[in-house]
């Protein structure tokens, strides 16, 4: 299973937002549309299911304004993503996501963002792993770095595929 990040899914829902940085490069990443369109066409093929952690809806919903009845009905018509919310199993998760920040002696775990930021971005990872993700999808340092603590793969947007190119060249002569 594959969850999303707000940033990755404002992206899958409006290629044409704010792309983020290649670090490589310091250029804004190009090819967005491309790259998600392809992202999709990988996960109906592969019949893989996105799963949409309710903290991750929330941020999307805030930005989008008079386009939020759309974008929920156009995430419960497809049958590849699936909103997960932050249940009991999340809690623990979470749970044990802080002690272990506790007992390492940084509760922050390495972060120097807002505490509130920490507990939300770990409650995204923590709906993610009890829902069975081993990837996650998101441009947040942060949630990143906690993502790979909970053992999680993570794939950054400049990192996402690229559709193969045809082998065939496309000639154009010029028409005297």
């Known amino acids: 299973m594959i969850a999303i990040d707000a940033n990755s899914l404002s992206l899958l829902i409006n290629p044409s937002a704010n792309a983020p940085l290649d670090p490589a490069t310091g250029n804004v990443v190009t090819r967005i549309k491309e790259r998600f369109d392809f992202f999709q066409t990988k996960l109906a093929k592969e019949q893989e ?22 974008i929920l009905e156009r995430l419960h018509k497809s049958a590849r993503f ?8 999340a809690a623990v998760e979470l749970a044990i996501i802080h002690r272990a920040a506790i007992a390492s002696g940084d509760k922050k775990g390495g972060s120097d963002e807002s505490w509130t930021k920490i507990k939300f971005d770990r409650q995204i990872v923590a709906i993610a792993k009890v829902n069975g993700a ?22 950054r947007v400049w990192e996402m595929e690229l ?14």
Not at 82 to 89: A, M, Q
Not at 135 to 153: E, P, Q, R
């Open 49 to 70: 299911t996105l799963l949409i952690p309710t903290p991750v809806l929330s941020e999307i919903l805030i930005f989008a304004g008079d386009s939020a009845p759309l």
């Open 163 to 176: 559709p193969p190119q045809s082998d065939q060249i496309e000639l154009t002569f010029p028409s005297d």
């Open 134 to 155: 081993d990837t996650i999808y998101s441009d947040d340092k942060n949630l990143a770095n906690f993502a790979k603590l909970a053992d999680l793969n993570v794939v």
């Open 82 to 89: 699936k909103i997960v919310p932050f249940d009991e199993r």
